[in-house]
Nanobody, 111 residues
Framework: QVQLVESGGGLVQPGGSLILPCAAS????????IGWFRQAPGKEREGISC???????YYTDSVKGRFTISRDNAKNTVYLQMNSLKPEDTAVYYC?????WGQGTQVNVSS
């Protein structure tokens, strides 16, 4: 059974950092492209980063230079390192290997 499980969310002050793991099971993550999306209250879900099986990466402009996507193939896990967090980063964060989605993890950036 294919499953993606995000974790690592929580409350952080502006300027702080969080790392979100997305653990995969039921398939080998190494062979697939993986994406991170987020959905803020009252807004549509937006794609923010992805990494392909060859290691190339993409970031939307709003997170470029602050977020880093990486994967640990031995742990079958992809990570989203988030630095210099802003209140506008508050959202539920999801990882996806289409057509599969995780359940999401809530990130709140507030003082």
């Amino acid at each position: 059974q294919v499953q993606l499980v995000e974790s690592g969310g929580g409350l952080v002050q502006p300027g702080g950092s969080l790392i979100l793991p997305c653990a995969a099971s039921g398939f080998t993550l190494q062979s697939y492209a993986i994406g991170w999306f987020r959905q803020a209250p009252g807004k549509e879900r937006e794609g923010i980063s992805c990494t392909s099986s060859d290691g190339s990466t993409y970031y939307t402009d709003s997170v470029k230079g602050r977020f880093t996507i990486s994967r640990d193939n031995a742990k079958n896990t992809v990570y989203l390192q988030m630095n210099s967090l802003k209140p506008e980063d508050t959202a539920v964060y999801y990882c996806t290997v289409p057509p599969n989605w995780g359940q999401g993890t809530q990130v709140n950036v507030s003082s």
